[in-house]
């Protein structure tokens, strides 16, 4: 309810990680560091593992439904990343989106229709911020990505090659025949292969169908009461919470 009245927007999308995914048919070790932390969880850990999993499970299949929430996007094979990608490349002639994410692979979608909110540092991130700091484009961004790797996915990059390194690169910035320079003309192959698994959406992604919410009050509050959160619950609607709903 704050993003839709922050942004002042009656739409909203949910998107949603598969747990099969079909970048490990390119790369198998893709995320392998999240399964092998599972494995090292001992009983009492895996057991809260499951039940974290199961109410996300729940949340995406029975909560925001109950409250009239229409757009919750998951589809097996594709990570959100993937979904929310398809969003932004397919909205119509008048529409803009505000992505809300920390994850900086998001950075390629910016467009002066597409900006990116980071509930963290509470900042927005837009097409000049990113020429700005890192002087590149968003359509450049994936290369960065590819070159310099991502760590969290397991996606090796270019050894002694970070980000900000790529940035420079790309940008025309390093020398010829520098020690960087030749580091990724020789590691082409790895480049390559990066950009598949780093690009987004990964090719085939279903492209999500927007419709309209269909929230209320009412079935705000049952969901709230039924959680035990009292303190959420809303009462005779003010003019704020009637343009939300």
């Given amino acids: 309810l704050a993003l839709r009245k922050q942004f002042e927007t009656d739409g909203v999308a949910f998107c949603f ?32 593992d499951k039940g974290v999993r199961r109410q996300i499970r729940r ?35 008048e529409d803009e989106a505000v992505v809300v994410s920390t994850d900086a692979d998001l950075w390629q979608l910016l467009t002066p229709k597409v900006t990116i909110w980071n509930p963290s540092t509470k900042r927005v991130i837009d097409e000049v911020w990113l020429r700005k700091n890192r002087g590149i484009a968003p359509s450049q961004w994936p290369n960065v990505k590819a070159l ?15 980000e900000l390194t790529a940035c420079k690169w790309l ?23 990066n950009l598949c698994l780093v690009k987004l959406p990964w090719e085939g992604t279903p492209v999500p169908e927007l419709v309209d919410d269909e929230l209320d009050v009412p079935a705000w509050n049952r969901l709230v009461l039924s959680l035990g959160m009292k303190s ?11 343009r939300l709903f």
């Avoid at 580091?183 to 480049?191: A, G, H, K, M």
């Fill in 17 to 48: 990680d598969s747990i099969l995914l079909i970048r490990r048919d390119v790369m198998p070790e893709y995320k392998s560091s999240r399964a092998a932390i599972k494995d090292g969880l001992d009983r009492e850990e895996r057991r809260e």
């Fill in 171 to 193: 940008g025309g910035q390093v020398k010829e025949g520098s020690f960087a320079d030749r580091r990724i003309r020789d590691n082409e192959s790895v480049w390559k292969r």
């Fill in 148 to 162: 310099a790797g991502c760590p969290s996915d397991d996606v090796p990059g270019v050894g002694g090659v970070g």
């Fill in 232 to 242: 959420l619950e809303l009462h005779k609607p003010r003019e704020s919470q009637e």
């Fill in 59 to 93: 949340l995406r299949m029975e909560l925001l439904p109950a409250v009239g929430f229409r757009n919750i996007f998951r589809s097996v094979g594709y990570e959100a990343d993937d979904l929310i990608a398809a969003v932004c490349l397919n909205l119509k002639n």
